[in-house]
């Protein structure tokens, strides 16, 4: 008999969306969970991408096959209404453990610090 070992996978219920935790999930299968998820969330098809991208390009995406490109990555968001740092914080929190809004809390620490040391160079 043939079997599937199901144990590291977790599920974890953020706001109305159900995401699948896979410890092993490398970083474009987060992502592609990520557009799949909200793109389905926003009622959107693949073909509602043609404006930027192929449909087959997207099932790509989704897959985990490919990774875009920051330029492609920011005309995705878009379309689905969501700031591209958003996508990608989603992207990393399917990846962790640990709370959503913990990882939103250190990514706004750090931002300010990085933008203070940035405006502090830039007066220099």
């Known amino acids: ?3 599937i070992d199901c144990s590291p996978i ?18 474009r299968e987060a992502l ?3 557009i799949r998820s909200l793109r389905r969330h926003r009622g959107l ?3 509602a991408f043609d404006v930027v991208s192929s449909r ?15 330029e ?6 878009k379309i689905m209404d969501v700031h591209p740092a958003a996508l990608l914080c989603l992207t990393y929190s399917l ?3 640990s709370e959503a809004s913990a990882q939103i809390e250190a990514i706004r620490t750090e931002a300010r610090r990085l933008l203070a040391i940035y405006k502090k ?3 220099g």
């Open 10 to 27: 977790v599920f974890m219920r953020a706001s109305f969306w159900v995401f699948v935790w896979k410890p092993s999930m490398n970083l």
């Open 95 to 97: 990846m962790s453990e």
């Open 32 to 34: 592609g969970r990520s």
């Open 121 to 123: 160079g830039a007066k």
């Open 72 to 77: 492609k990555l920011d005309e995705i968001a």
């Open 56 to 70: 087959t390009y997207i099932s790509t995406l989704e897959r985990g096959l490919k990774s875009p490109t920051l």
């Open 1 to 3: 008999m043939n079997t």
């Open 45 to 47: 098809s693949q073909e």
